[in-house]
Structures are given as structure tokens and as C-alpha cells.
């Protein structure tokens, strides 16, 4: 074990050597300060990268011991920046990281200027070594003191040359009581020339706009006061700032004979100070005003037009399908698009109106001066007009476009957070009827936002208490009626009997992240089903589960389904996976890759709602599946409608021409039958044959044989299932 060196103690009038610990977790920082506290050291603390800059502004340290990952800065952008800077290029930086850091991350630590990293959770006693071992070769401080000319019995012009000898790097200036220079520094001397010399005042140096406030200061000081600061901006070729420390040297009768000032240079802690500032209410990628700013500005807003009694409005914008382009080409195109979207929403809107970026890729535009809605509304077509127009981004032609919603206040909300959120629930109507469009906010969505809130919250208590339950759909073989398959489909049984509709709780839970835990119970679910099939002489009979596009995007779902079938011991190729067209397209490249897996595991492959979403039939042909299901939407009316007739042959064409199989579901009468049939469709599934049912009423359905498909002339109810 280390063992630090004895330390002797600073001299009274020493400062003690200084440790910066920066941490965003006040857990974290108090352990650290236990551990640390019985070294003879200052420990100061920053819970940010950004103030930690602040506090290297005002004070030199010994040691950085810095956490790497952090909100807002993290360790590596703040040990750039403090690196940057040439007081503190030298300032040793400790990294404090979990030993399940990659070797990529503390490569770039050291990038930066990490001088050691210390993996967590560490003895305290090494910590404490490590720490021990850089105050050991910090060099000794000294105060900073103002030392009046003619203290201690000092001449004056020894008192001066004291001041310049322990404040080197400063301006070290004396005045009379009027204001002019007696002594300046040699310092003072090359920044200012004549400005400082012989006859000139003080003022002379300082800007236009600060020579009151400074006088003030300095020829009327703090009643009481014998020394103080002040800052103020001075004369030169670009704007800076300086910092003084004033002292008064008084005369043995008590009256003012000279004026002591020690000042430096502080414009580069301004403009730290202006960019911490800054970034603290705006966005980093795009400029624009964040959440809290625009909540600030919308404060100020509302409260001004409440008293004039004018409206504002409230646009909430969403980028429809914006994650398919960071899926499809990256982060770093995701990022240069919403700086095209940002720059278009700001060419969008007049000056005195605020377009901010609230979130991935959420935006608010706040209108003021509004004088009726058509004018709000006019602003909204007039964004989605901008923002859907192509855009080049590394090479490829996107078309990307925003769903809106709005509320008006006073109207909608009397506060900038109602405002907010009832333009976030009427952006989600516009974009759940279809997307680039707008909406205004009506009380009755409150309802509907409010009814999803508790729907997702008894999600997580369904999730919790297994209240899901899988009804079965047969497919029918179109040749001759035999069940060669089913297709498992979710339900939501309430304790009073009722149902919850899958089409009503799984956007809820792709929404809110709860779609994961219900897909892989439902794969568990129908993989348990087959084996009990298995048990009762129905080993033939595939049962084909739905993979949403969430959980087809995951990286372990080829390993879900394995890890399901291997539990319930049964064949791979019992087990039938449908995915829906929009998600497989979403990435067609990581789609190959997740299909091959999952073939591989010998799997059959089902493209489910084929023809509602765009598929290139370049992709669709190298697309390693087995079965093309038509949408219920174009069987809906084939007997009547020509196109949807159209447009169900050309899918069982295609299909054919890839060797695929075609399936037919939503099918509900004989006509759709007949035509169905007679146009070479190999399997239909719909409620003409039967509607989902219990696990046990899908048995009966086997034993009862195959369905009636031939026409008979007369009417034909197959809806029972009977033979």
C-alpha cells in the first residue's frame, strides 16, 4: 500500500493547496469530500463540467478529480476546454471512471489530457495516496495580499515594489484622491501607454459606459469599507474586461492620502462565463433557444398579452419517421438534418417570435402578436411547407416531414407548462392521423391524453400481474380447407368482462417503451402453446407470432426466439414469425441481417400488411422470407372495387414469381372467397372461417376437420367452422 509522505502544515497566512472535485452526482460528491477530508487540502466541488470551468476561472488548482460521464459537458469535452486554457494547460486531471470503461474510452481520456484515471469503486486509502501524491509535488502558494505602500514602516516605493513582486502577473496601480496615477506598474504601462502616465486619470482607461459606476466606486467606496472590487470593461482595440481590487491608505489624521489598485485581465473568464451562460439556454447542435428558455420567454410572453389581452400561440412540431435516418445513415446525418430543419423554422417565423428544440427531434415555435388563428394556422402550413422540402445529406435525398399541434393561450393554458403539453397531445393527433399536418389542441383530447396516461400505467400493471391472454386465428389452405396454421394474436381481458383492443394498448406500449417485455411473453406464450399442441397430436400445425418493428430492431431477437423454442422443446419451423412490411423497410440493410439469423434458426418468415408501406422489390427479392400476407385493407372490397381487385393480383403475382407463398386475411365473405380462390391465392385467413379464439377453442377447430370452401350454391356459413 502507498504510504504519503508526512506534509507540514501551511503557515498560518498560506492558503492551503486546492483539489477540484467535479462530479453531476451529489452522491458522489459527498463520498468523495469523506474520503478526501482529512487531507490538508481545500476540496472544492463543481457538479458540472460547466461550473468546474467557472471555478478554474477564479482559482488555481493542484489536482482535477473528474467523473467521465456527465450531463451537459462530460469529462472529456471539460478536460479540452481546461487544457485550452494556458493557466491551467498543466493542471493535473484525474479521471474517475468504472473499471467497465473501454479501452476506446480511456484512449480518448488520455487524448484529451487525463494525467491517470482511477477505476471505481477504489480503497479509499489509494485514492487518498493518489491525491496525496500530486499536493506532494504542488509548488508552495502564497497569499495574495494587498500590502499598502508604507505598511510595516515600508517606504512607499518599497511597499510598491512588494505588491509587484508578489502580484507579478497583475496591474499593480496607485492613485491620489483625485483620481490621477501616481504609480503604475510596468504592466499597466505597455497595455496603456500615455493613458496611464503623468496628468492622465484613471478614468481615462476605463469605457464610456462604465466611467460612472466606476467612479462611483472609487471616489465614494463601501461606507465602512477599506478595500473592495470592482469590474468594468476598458479602453482597446476589442472589448475586455478588468477585475480591481481597491485599497484605501489612509494618512495618520485619518483622511484618504492614496488609492491602491491590483487588476488583471479577466475577459476570458467573461467569455467562459457568457458561453456557460449561453449554453445553458440553448441547444448545442443547433443554436436555438432550449426548453429553458423557451419556458422563460413564454413566461414573459403570457404575461405581457395577458395585460393587453392578445393571444400566443404554441406550435409543437415532431419530425415524422426521423429515426429511421439515424437507423439508416447514422447519428451524424440525424444531426445535420436537424440543423436544416432548425435553420428552415427560423426563416419560418418573424423576429420577436422564438423557435427552440425541446428534445430529440422536437421543436416549439412560440407565435406572439397573434390576432386571430388563421394566423397561427398560416404559420403552420408555412413550416410544414419549408421543413418537408428535400434536402441533400451525405449524398441522399431525404424527405422528412413534421406533424404540428397547437394551443392558444389564454385559451388552451394559462401557464407555459399547460401550453406545452396540450400542443404536445394535439401533435400527437396530427400525427396519428397520418403526419404532416397540423392540429389544434380541443378539450377533448385532454380526455383521450388522460385515458392513454392510465392505459399506460395499467400497461405496466398488466405487464406485472401476466393479465395477457393469446386467442388464435386459423389459416386455411385455399385448395382444401385444412387448418395449416394459426396466427396468435393478443387480448386484454378486464376484470368487468371486457377487452382491450391490441389496436388501442400496443401504440401505448411502443410509445412508452413497454412493447419489449409484452413481445417476448407473447413469444414464450405461443412457444408453450405449440408444445402442449405437440402433446395432444397437433406436432403439424405452425402458430405464427407477431414481432413488432421495435423488437425486430433489437439486436437480441433472433436469440429470443431460439432461447423460446429451445425451452419449450418443439421445432423451429412450428413457430412462424410475421413481421409487418414499415418495419422490416425501416433499415432494409439491418433487416437482411435479422432475417438471416432468424431463418437460420430454420424459422419460417411471414411479411404481414404487404402493400401499405413501400417496399423495393430490389430489397424484397434479397429478403431471405417465405410468406407475403395481403392487407385487409385491399381484400376488404375486391368483389366491387377494380383497383383493390388490381392490386390483390398483382401481390399474388409476385408473390408466385418469388416463390412465395400469398395469404389472404380480413377475408369475410364468399365472394372474397370465390375470387380469392380462383385467382391462385394459396391461404385465407379471416372471420368468414373463423374469428381469434381461446387456446381450447382452437383445438376443438382441429379436431373439427377442414372448412367448406367449394360453392354450393346456396348460403354458406362457415363462421362456426363447420366442415
Known amino acids: 500500500m502507498l504510504i504519503p509522505q508526512a506534509r507540514v502544515a501551511p503557515a498560518a497566512n498560506q492558503e492551503a493547496p486546492a483539489v477540484l472535485l467535479v462530479n453531476d452526482d451529489p452522491g458522489a460528491l459527498f463520498a468523495l469530500r469523506s474520503v478526501l477530508g482529512d487531507l490538508d487540502a481545500d476540496l472544492v466541488t463543481a457538479s458540472s463540467g460547466e461550473q468546474a470551468l467557472l471555478r478554474l476561472l477564479k482559482q488555481d488548482f493542484c489536482v ?40 476506446l474510452d480511456r484512449s480518448r481520456g488520455f487524448e484529451v489530457g487525463a494525467s491517470d484515471y482511477v477505476f471505481m469503486p477504489v480503497a479509499p486509502e489509494v485514492l487518498k495516496a493518489k491525491v496525496q501524491a500530486f499536493l506532494d509535488g504542488a509548488p508552495e502558494r502564497r497569499p495574495v495580499r494587498a500590502l499598502a505602500p508604507g505598511a510595516h514602516g515600508e517606504a512607499p516605493d518599497a511597499g510598491i515594489e512588494r505588491l509587484i513582486l508578489e502580484h507579478a502577473g497583475d496591474y499593480v496601480a496607485l492613485l491620489d484622491p483625485a483620481g490621477a496615477w501616481l504609480y503604475t506598474s510596468p504592466s499597466y504601462r505597455a497595455e496603456f501607454g500615455a493613458a496611464v502616465g503623468p496628468g492622465a486619470r484613471y478614468l481615462e482607461i476605463v469605457q464610456v459606459d462604465d466611467r460612472e459606476r466606476v467612479r462611483a466606486l472609487v471616489e465614494h467606496p463601501p461606507a465602512g469599507e477599506s478595500h473592495w472590487r470592482l469590474q468594468y470593461r476598458v479602453l482597446g482595440r476589442s472589448e475586455r474586461y478588468f477585475e480591481s481590487d481597491a485599497s484605501l491608505i ?92 432548425a435553420e428552415r423554422l427560423a426563416a419560418s417565423v418573424r423576429e420577436g417570435d422564438t423557435v427552440a428544440r425541446v428534445g430529440g427531434d422536437e421543436f416549439v415555435v412560440m407565435l406572439v402578436e397573434l390576432h386571430q388563428l ?70 377533448q383530447m385532454q380526455e383521450v391524453a388522460s385515458h392513454r396516461l392510465a392505459l399506460g400505467s395499467a400497461l405496466q400493471r398488466a405487464i406485472r400481474n401476466d393479465e395477457f391472454v393469446m386467442h388464435y386465428q386459423p ?30 394498448f400496443i401504440p401505448i406500449a411502443e410509445e412508452t417503451g413497454r412493447i419489449d417485455p409484452i413481445g417476448a411473453w407473447a413469444i414464450r406464450q405461443v412457444a408453450a402453446e405449440l408444445q402442449r399442441w405437440t402433446g395432444l397430436g397437433f406436432a403439424d400445425v405452425p402458430i405464427a407470432v407477431n414481432v413488432s418493428a421495435l423488437q425486430f430492431r433489437r439486436e437480441d431477437v433472433a436469440r429470443c426466439l431460439g432461447a423460446a423454442v429451445d425451452a419449450a422443446r418443439i421445432e423451429p419451423a412450428m413457430l412462424e414469425v410475421e413481421l409487418t412490411e414499415s418495419g422490416v423497410m425501416s433499415n432494409p440493410a439491418q433487416a437482411i441481417e435479422t432475417l438471416h439469423q432468424i431463418h437460420a434458426l430454420g424459422m419460417t418468415i411471414a411479411i404481414d400488411d404487404f402493400g401499405t408501406g413501400y417496399s423495393s422489390l430490389a430489397y424484397l427479392k434479397r429478403f431471405p422470407i417465405d410468406k407475403l400476407k395481403i392487407d385487409a385493407s385491399f381484400v376488404r372490397d375486391i368483389a366491387t372495387d377494380p383497383s383493390d381487385a388490381a392490386i390483390v393480383l398483382a401481390i399474388i403475382g409476385l408473390a408466385h414469381v418469388l416463390e412465395l407463398t400469398v395469404i389472404a386475411e380480413g377475408v369475410e365473405t364468399r365472394e372474397q372467397v370465390d375470387f380469392l380462390v380462383a385467382h391462385g391465392c394459396d391461404e385465407l385467413q379471416g372471420n368468414y372461417f373463423s374469428a381469434a379464439v381461446s387456446n381450447e377453442d382452437a383445438v376443438g377447430l382441429l379436431r373439427r376437420g377442414p372448412f367448406r370452401i367449394e360453392a354450393t350454391g346456396e348460403h354458406d356459413d362457415n363462421r362456426a367452422g363447420g366442415a
Open 374 to 443: 388563421a394566423d397561427a394556422a398560416l404559420v403552420a402550413e408555412k413550416i410544414i411547407s419549408a421543413v418537408s422540402e428535400a434536402c441533400q445529406i451525405e449524398g441522399s435525398e431525404l424527405h422528412i416531414v413534421p406533424s404540428i399541434g397547437m394551443a392558444i393561450f389564454p385559451g388552451d393554458g394559462g401557464d407555459p407548462d399547460t401550453l406545452l403539453r396540450n400542443a404536445d397531445i394535439a401533435m400527437y393527433h396530427a400525427k396519428r392521423d397520418g403526419g404532416a399536418h397540423y392540429c389544434f389542441f380541443t378539450a
Open 475 to 504: 389459416k386455411v389452405q385455399a385448395a382444401s380447407g385444412a387448418i395449416i396454421g394459426f396466427e396468435a394474436l393478443i387480448r386484454w381481458p378486464q376484470a368487468d368482462g371486457a377487452t382491450i383492443s391490441p389496436s388501442q
Open 64 to 103: 482535477i478529480l473528474m467523473d467521465v460521464k456527465m450531463a451537459g459537458l462530460d469529462g472529456f469535452e471539460t478536460a479540452r476546454l481546461v487544457r485550452a486554457r494556458p493557466r491551467s494547460r498543466a493542471t493535473p486531471i484525474v479521471f474517475l471512471t468504472s473499471h467497465r470503461a473501454s479501452d
Open 250 to 341: 489612509r494618512a495618520p489624521n485619518g483622511a484618504v492620502s492614496q488609492l491602491v489598485l491590483i487588476s488583471r485581465d479577466i475577459t476570458e473568464r467573461k467569455e467562459m462565463e457568457a458561453y456557460v451562460l449561453h449554453q445553458s439556454f440553448h441547444d448545442s447542435l443547433t443554436g436555438l433557444p432550449n426548453r429553458l428558455l423557451l419556458l422563460d420567454r413564454l413566461g414573459q410572453a403570457t404575461a405581457q398579452r395577458e395585460r393587453q389581452r392578445a393571444q400566443v400561440a404554441v406550435l409543437f412540431l415532431d419530425l415524422d419517421h426521423f429515426k429511421e435516418v439515424n437507423d439508416t445513415l447514422g447519428h451524424a446525418a440525424g444531426d445535420r438534418l436537424l440543423q436544416v430543419v
